[in-house]
């Protein structure tokens, strides 16, 4: 079992940035694959982010890249997603998720998920 639960969220304006943390407790947190991703009210979950295990790769969201940037930190058992010039069509609860195959993107492939975090950036 992986336990993982997300910091950070909140409210900003557009523009602005924000640090979302995920933090794992359980199994090895460094043989996990770790993914971001959103859902909008009236939305399907949706890819935004993930990392490899060991931190060397990374995909991003076509929505999102050049913004965003996901990074871990092993040794805190913490996965990272810095939000920068953040836009309204950003407001979702952001989830991380964690999975054993590598760089997965599809929501519905991943074993475990934190519970979530609130970010809304107004106009």
């Known amino acids: 079992q992986v336990q993982l639960v997300e910091f950070g969220g909140g409210l900003v304006q557009a523009g602005g940035s924000l640090r979302l943390s995920c933090a794992a407790s359980g199994r090895t947190f460094s043989g996990y694959t770790m993914g971001w991703f959103r859902q909008a009210p009236g939305k399907e979950r949706e890819f935004v982010a993930v990392i490899s295990w060991s931190g060397g790769s990374t995909r991003y969201a076509d929505s999102v890249k050049g913004r965003f940037t996901i990074s871990r930190d092993s040794a805190k058992n913490t996965v990272y997603l810095q939000m920068n010039s953040l836009k309204p069509d950003d407001t979702a609860v952001y989830y991380c998720?964690?999975?054993?195959?590598?760089?997965?993107?599809?929501?519905?492939?991943?074993?475990?998920w934190g519970q979530g975090t609130q970010v809304t950036v107004s106009s």
């Open positions: 998720a964690a999975d054993r195959r590598f760089l997965v993107t599809v929501a519905s492939t991943y074993l475990y």
